[in-house]
Every structure is written in structure tokens, then in C-alpha cells.
């Protein structure tokens, strides 16, 4: 098989439909894909409070999105009480979730164009004058803070409906370490460090060589900063999506 990741193999660490789904153009590129979600994703049960928000959905100036999982499990709770109004203006963090918001009905839809992240959203001029409005924030249990506090010290009203939660998944890592015991790990893609602290945990003391072998790609320099990505060989950043993971991961080849 030929192509620019032409014998590197990868192993792609987050939920298991988004990395069935970019497993096909890293394989059609040469890659050999290692499927190991270190993050699962589960619904929230429908609760009297987010019901209670989620009825009066239509009083919100904007929804924000944080992620594709917010939409699909955020959407699915608002039509479970009702429907989406059609002149809600939706903001999302970074292009997939805008994609994903576009593709479940939802029209107007605002998404930073270059950074990818929560800090390019909530540099965009229509969530920068919000003094006075009421927001609403899709996204999983816990998480950062960062929005909320952007845009509640802007002057804005705002309240989150939590509609999902991360676990750490349950896998057998023994047939990844054993491929890695054979050399044929090469990279290691991770998008967030809740999904990184999980991986490391999940390979164990085993796992110690296999991280030293390889690089870690991840998309942002903040995941890049945390302790465990010190346990790899070395950390490369890129973009969102497959194009610049492509990217990111042939520069490993060629500098490899």
C-alpha cells in the first residue's frame, strides 16, 4: 500500500464512531489504525431541571456547542421536550461541531474559523457585545469553565444544559501493547487530556515502553503541557480534522 503514512501505525484514542470515521482516510493514506477509544461517551437521563431548562429554550439569545457529542445529545434532549426554534442562533467550538449542528437542522450557525477551540469562539465579535443576554451551553458533565466565566464577566446570563457525561471505557490494551512490544506503534492521536490521563492508565506499567517509543499528536499546546505527555518520545501538534492529522503524522515519517 503506498500513500504519505505509507507503514506508520496510529492509534486512534477517542470515541468509537469518531474514530471509526477517520480510520478510512488515515488507512487509504498507507496507515495501519489502531482502534483504542480511551473516552466513552454515555447520555444523561432526562432530569426535571433540564427539562424545566430545556422548555424555555426559545427565551435564549444564543446556544453555545461544544462539541459534536453536545449537539447529538443536546439536540436529542430538545426535541425530547419540545423542538428547536428556528431563530436560535447556535455557536459552536470549532468546524465538526458546526458540520454536526448544520447537519441536524440547525440553521444559523456561527464557528470560528481558524482556531478550533474555546478561546477562538469566544473571540468572535458576536460573543464578544453580550451584556444583558441569556446563553445556554450544551455540553457534558464537569468540564472547563472557561466559557462560562468568559461570557458571564461580559455581562451575559448563563446556564448549562448538561446532556452527557465521559467515562473511561473498559478495554483489553493487551493485543495494543502486544503490537507495540513489535514496533508497529508509531503515533498515538489524542484530543483532549481527560482522554490522555485515561490512555495512560488504561495501557498501565506496561504500557511505559510503547509511550516512550512513540509520538503524541494532539491539538491543542495545553494537552500538549500535561504531565503524561512527558511519558511519550516526543509531542507534535495539529489541526482539527483529517487533513491535518494526515499532515501532522507525515512529518513524523519524514523526520522519523
Keep these: 500500500m503506498s500513500g504519505r503514512l505509507k507503514g506508520l501505525g496510529i492509534v486512534l484514542t477517542r470515541p468509537q464512531a469518531a474514530a471509526d470515521a477517520l480510520a478510512a482516510p488515515l488507512q487509504s493514506e498507507g496507515a495501519r489504525v489502531f482502534l483504542f477509544p480511551a473516552?466513552?461517551?454515555?447520555?444523561?437521563?432526562?432530569?426535571?431541571?433540564?427539562?424545566?431548562?430545556?422548555?424555555?429554550i426559545g427565551e435564549f439569545?444564543?446556544?453555545?456547542?461544544?462539541?459534536?457529542?453536545?449537539?447529538?445529545h443536546g439536540l436529542e434532549a430538545v426535541r425530547a421536550v419540545g423542538a428547536w426554534p428556528e431563530k436560535l442562533e447556535a455557536a459552536a467550538v470549532g468546524e465538526a461541531t458546526a458540520e454536526a449542528?448544520?447537519?441536524s437542522g440547525v440553521s444559523r450557525v456561527i464557528s470560528p474559523a481558524e482556531r478550533h477551540d474555546s478561546?477562538?469562539?469566544?473571540?468572535?465579535p458576536r460573543l464578544q457585545a453580550v451584556k444583558g443576554q441569556n446563553i445556554v451551553v450544551f455540553r457534558g458533565e464537569g468540564?472547563?469553565?472557561?466559557?462560562?466565566?468568559?461570557?458571564?464577566?461580559?455581562?451575559?446570563?448563563?446556564?448549562?444544559?448538561?446532556?452527557?457525561?465521559?467515562?473511561?471505557?473498559t478495554?483489553?490494551?493487551?493485543?495494543?501493547?502486544?503490537?507495540?512490544?513489535?514496533?508497529e506503534v508509531h503515533a498515538v492521536s489524542v484530543l483532549s487530556?481527560?482522554?490522555?490521563?485515561?490512555?495512560?492508565?488504561?495501557?498501565?506499567?506496561?504500557?511505559?515502553?510503547?509511550?516512550?517509543?512513540?509520538?503524541?499528536?494532539?491539538p491543542h499546546p495545553a494537552i500538549a503541557a500535561q504531565a503524561d505527555a512527558r511519558r511519550f518520545a516526543r509531542v507534535e501538534i495539529a489541526g482539527h480534522g483529517a487533513g491535518a492529522l494526515i499532515e501532522a503524522l507525515s512529518r513524523i515519517r519524514v523526520t522519523s
Design 39 to 56: 473516552l466513552g461517551i454515555e447520555p444523561i437521563a432526562m432530569t426535571t431541571a433540564l427539562a424545566a431548562l430545556l422548555a424555555r
Design 61 to 72: 439569545d444564543l446556544a453555545v456547542f461544544v462539541s459534536a457529542n453536545a449537539v447529538e
Design 101 to 103: 449542528l448544520r447537519n
Design 119 to 124: 478561546e477562538g469562539l469566544l473571540a468572535l
Design 143 to 169: 468540564g472547563r469553565e472557561a466559557i462560562r466565566e468568559t461570557l458571564a464577566a461580559r455581562g451575559a446570563r448563563v446556564e448549562y444544559a448538561e446532556c452527557y457525561r465521559r467515562v473511561k471505557p
Design 171 to 183: 478495554a483489553d490494551a493487551k493485543p495494543l501493547l502486544a503490537a507495540g512490544r513489535r514496533g
Design 193 to 218: 487530556a481527560e482522554t490522555l490521563s485515561n490512555f495512560v492508565a488504561m495501557l498501565g506499567p506496561e504500557g511505559a515502553p510503547l509511550l516512550a517509543a512513540a509520538t503524541l499528536v494532539v
